[in-house]
């Protein structure tokens, strides 16, 4: 390992401490460095607040030393006025010398203009430091930006014997029947408090009747993604409670919307997938944990428009009921929660 990858490992390890409270800002981790010696870090805490580089700089207790000292960043620094001022102009000002980046912003607002800048102020800029490292440490930040739509993580758990659930009774109140132990569940709320949406089927409303919070974990909820096309969904359900942020795509116009539920109208004679990304992109949602049930599983899987999934197998067997998806195990990894086999799957198209 190099000098300049030890120290953006640092950055990358700094950035990971805003996971999940930057959107819709990426991650990003800052430190400066002093003949071989850190004198200033710092990174992203959340939006609107300041940037990594300028809570690096703030760091530095001696100022006069920024003057020959080097600046690592694992993005490339902002140019443009958003809710904070251009990072770049802040490194121009206290006339940093060096700049080694780890990996250029795909915002179209920096997308390199940053580095052109600080070129132009005379700065030595190194790019491309750990690249992949740190494309992996925003995948949801350049996926939205690159490919116009979230990042998108399908977790289902499933029986021994591959089922989603068990075959319900008629009289059968709505609650869930749990496949997984209460480690697996809390680490489904960990998730969920790392991504800013959480999608559901109607069906699995319907049957469950789900909150799609974080109770069992310190951290933000995430929005609710419901799919209700002929608004069969009881209003008396949780996911209409007003307590989270909720979008609701139905086929019909509504004037049920509140401050907090949104109501989306959608064309259910056409593929639903599309429509519902073009939607979460608008509204600045940079990633998504699909939780449907079977249909809403399988038609992402089938449009082959997913990055990850994450698949719990559990003890108990059921011998009939809902099949779980089928999914071709690309890039998998295998570890477990006590009892509970967890999958991953990397899609990479």
Known sequence: MNIHEKYIKRCI????????????NPMVGSVIVYQNQIIGEGWHKKAGEPHAEVNA??????????????????????????KTPPCCDLIIEHKIPNVVVGTVDPNEKVAGNGIKKLIAAGANVIVGVLENECNELNKRFFTFHQKKRPYIILKWAESQDGFLSPEK??????????????????LVHKWRSEEQAVLVGTQTVIDDNPKLNTRDWSGNN?????????NRISKDSFIFD??????VFTKYESNLSTENTNFEVIDFNQNIIPQILAVLYQNQIQSI?????????????????????????GKSTFRAGTKAPVIQKKSITKTYIQSDELLNIRNHD
């Not at 390890?13 to 819709?24: D, E, I, R, S, V």
């Not at 009774?169 to 809390?186: F, G, H, L, M, V």
């Open 57 to 82: 700089i703030r760091s530095v207790k001696d100022k006069s030393l920024l003057k020959k000292a080097t600046i690592y960043v694992s993005l490339e620094p902002c140019s443009h006025f958003g």
């Open 169 to 186: 009774e008629a009289d059968q109140d709505r609650k869930p029947i749990w496949i997984t132990n209460p480690y697996s569940r809390q």
């Open 242 to 247: 007003n307590t989270v942020k909720t979008i």
């Open 222 to 230: 995430p929005v609710r993604v419901v799919l209700d096309q002929n």
């Open 289 to 313: 944990i699909i939780e449907g049930g079977l249909q809403t599983l399988q038609s992402f899987i089938d449009l082959n428009v997913w990055d990850e999934a994450r698949i719990f197998i």
């Open 13 to 24: 390890k700094l950035a990971q401490n805003g996971f999940g409270t930057t959107y819709p």
